[in-house]
């Protein structure tokens, strides 16, 4: 049974920093691309960041570029998404997600092409 858990979340204030970690277990992680996604309270949910297998090519989305780092640790079967200068609009339910790595790069940022989820892992910015 494919189980993603994600980890890490809590209350932090803005300006500060946050890691996520996602645990995968009955499916092995080369062989899927791994994405972050997160829906705030009232919006719908979007693309944050993914890696692709094999290459480890990054994508973000622009309003977390420059702030947010997305890494894989293949040997430990979990992803993480690093989370600087936090800003109270990143407040969200943070949710991982695993693809085939067949899927195509222009889908990427698509939730409906990832197989697996995690429960997610709240994260709350303060003032």
């Known amino acids: 049974q494919v189980q993603l858990v994600e980890s890490g979340g809590g209350l932090v204030q803005a300006g500060g920093s946050l890691r996520l970690s996602c645990a995968a277990s009955?499916?092995?992680?080369?062989?899927?691309?791994m994405g972050w996604f997160r829906q705030a309270p009232g919006k719908v949910r979007e693309f944050v960041a993914a890696?692709?297998?094999?290459?480890?090519?990054?994508h973000y989305a622009d309003s977390v570029k420059g702030r947010f780092t997305i890494s894989r640790d293949d040997a430990k079967n979990s992803v993480y998404l690093q989370m600087s200068s936090l800003k109270l609009e990143d407040t969200a339910v943070y949710y991982c997600?695993?693809?085939?790595?067949?899927?195509?790069?222009?889908?990427?940022?698509?939730?409906?092409?990832?197989?697996?989820w995690g429960p997610g892992s709240q994260v709350t910015v303060s003032s």
């Open positions: 890696i692709r297998s094999p290459s480890r090519s990054t």
């Open positions: 009955g499916l092995t992680l080369r062989s899927r691309s």
């Open positions: 997600a695993a693809r085939k790595v067949t899927g195509i790069l222009s889908t990427l940022r698509e939730e409906s092409t990832y197989d697996n």
